[in-house]
T-cell receptor
Framework: SQQGEEDPQALSIQEGENATMNCSYKTSINNLQWYRQNSGRGLVHLILIRSNEREKHSGRLRVTLDTSKKSSSLLITASRAADTASYFC????????????FGPGTSLSVIP | EAGVVQSPRYKIIEKKQPVAFWCNPISGHNTLYWYLQNLGQGPELLIRYENEEAVDDSQLPKDRFSAERLKGVDSTLKIQPAELGDSAVYLCASERQGPQRNTGELFFGEGSRLTVL
């Protein structure tokens, strides 16, 4: 079963534009994470936001979390061709062992 | 530090044959995960270990899948017998425990791509 759902499923933008991806989830969480996966590779952790945080920045990445709406967004500013990848949100649910569940992902294409 | 190492990277087998995947997590990471990823989808949890204890194996199809982490370090995931629908990428990830709970940052290996013919 998957807890998170990313939106859109696919996104194509020009280099230099901003890319926004959204994630909605169903049950209460301890934290929410975003990962990137280049084609044929493993996932790479980008950023983690805890349930008591509302916004977090890391370089060109900005993540917001709205626990009342059970949603998060990932903004990549000034996109580059190298940002082309699939992006997944993952939630650590409030169980005794913080089960980490991934959404289906957003496929981002940045056109040079 | 060395990352999560998985082998083999690719495996092609006939249906009904057995297959095994190996994972060496990052040194000092107590938590180890096995995920299955189908093409175009997100990873789905198969099993999670805290040291040598399997704390969540509810998603593991136990009729044909088995896993072990005998000394709380390396882990193996086995499928016997493999079916056509098992074709997927099998990802291993590890996580460090913080003072009170897990840090929440998973480190993934490159994955083992299985093709069942």
């Amino acid at each position: 079963s998957q807890q998170g759902e990313e939106d859109p499923q696919a996104l194509s933008i020009q280099e230099g534009e901003n890319a926004t991806m959204n994630c909605s989830y169903k049950t209460s969480i301890n934290n929410l994470q975003w990962y990137r996966q280049n084609s044929g590779r493993g996932l790479v952790h980008l950023i983690l936001i805890r349930s008591n945080e509302r916004e977090k920045h890391s370089g060109r990445l900005r993540v917001t979390l709205d626990t009342s709406k059970k949603s998060s967004s990932l903004l990549i500013t000034a996109s580059r061709a190298a940002d082309t990848a699939s992006y997944f949100c993952a939630t650590a649910t409030k169980t005794s062992y913080d089960k980490v569940i991934f959404g289906p992902g957003t496929s981002l294409s940045v056109i040079p | 530090e060395a990352g999560v190492v998985q082998s083999p990277r690719y495996k092609i087998i006939e249906k009904k044959q057995p297959v095994a995947f190996w994972c060496n997590p990052i040194s000092g990471h107590n938590t180890l995960y096995w995920y299955l990823q189908n093409l175009g989808q997100g990873p789905e949890l198969l099993i999670r270990y805290e040291n040598e204890e399997a704390v969540d194996d509810s998603q593991l199809p136990k009729d044909r899948f088995s896993a072990e982490r005998l000394k709380g370090v390396d882990s193996t995931l086995k499928i016997q017998p493999a079916e056509l629908g098992d074709s997927a990428v099998y990802l291993c990830a590890s996580e460090r425990q913080g003072p009170q709970r897990n840090t929440g940052e998973l480190f993934f290996g490159e994955g083992s791509r299985l093709t069942v013919l």
